[in-house]
């Protein structure tokens, strides 16, 4: 950050119990500054869906897709790679970090068409364009300006823009989620009962990516939150690498940079915006029902359907988990 840029001011609210498993959390961010300040943000498995009331944001560069330039309100899909974003003067912004099956939920679009791309919000949800930006600049207050967004995309939910995950899709990215990308796919295909084509043809239309690259941005996620903490080589052994040079190529692959700088540059992250780190077992919003493994018959594939209660609409029941470091606005509901 540049040292005439002022602190950022962020302000987070949890997702509503009606948007589990769709979306990990709603965050405020304001900054402002006398030169432009320039980020390089590392890839991760939360989609961020940000809505502008200020000056444009420029994504300066991707290196693994497509939509560089400036945006005001826009989403970004899921990517393999690491992008480059800058603001001149001030940046005003509320971001909801999406699901990749939540994205797919409530935009109503295939995860493979917006995989790889940043595209703006009035293109794929259009609820959230319109008067919305003019409304967050009007209010008076984080708390209203965060409400105005929750409200708006609860009205999405209940809209049903896109159809339920297939209860299989949902099951594998479970699955990948909670093995922190360390879930043998192959084991896991095979336990769905449908043949790896399509069964991996099915996830990616729906979360964005094969389970094979979804599990490797997971598995990064998890690794490179111990960079710094852990000895490289504890590291590579903890997260299932090869070795410390499989580690380092995958950390320069989705981060830009080696180990030890992305570590001493503390780049933001989805993860840091919601004030939480990726954890084994961790999943965004889920009940606290056990998702269990499918189960073949000789008549018809395996059916996971108790993994849809951690992605479906609004309604789900369940306890829902209330993670902790977002919880600033809980008391309001």
Known sequence: MSATASAPELVRRPAHPALAGLVAGIVGYQQRAER???????????????????DPLEVVALSDGEGAGRHRSFVAGFMRGHATT????SQRCVQVYLTPLGAYRLLGAPGRDLAGRILPVGDVAPAL?????DRLAAAGSWGERLALV???VLRLAAAGAGPEPEPFVAWMWDRIQASG?????GELVERTGWSGRHAVARFRDQVGLTPKAAAAVVRFEHAAADLGRLPLAQVAARHGYADQS???REVVRYAGE????????RRPTAHTALGLEPRPGFRWGRSRSVCSAPVATASAPASPQSCVTGIGSAGVAGVVEVYEGVAEFAQQR
């Open 36 to 54: 432009p300040v320039e980020r390089r943000q590392p890839a991760g498995s939360l989609l961020p869906l940000v809505l502008s009331f200020g």
């Open 86 to 89: 800058r603001f001149e003067r």
């Open 129 to 133: 364009a319109g008067s919305l930006p």
């Open 150 to 152: 929750e409200d708006a």
């Open 181 to 185: 990308g360390q879930a043998r796919i």
């Open 246 to 248: 499989h580690l380092t």
């Open 258 to 265: 080696p180990p030890g700088v992305l570590a001493a540059q």
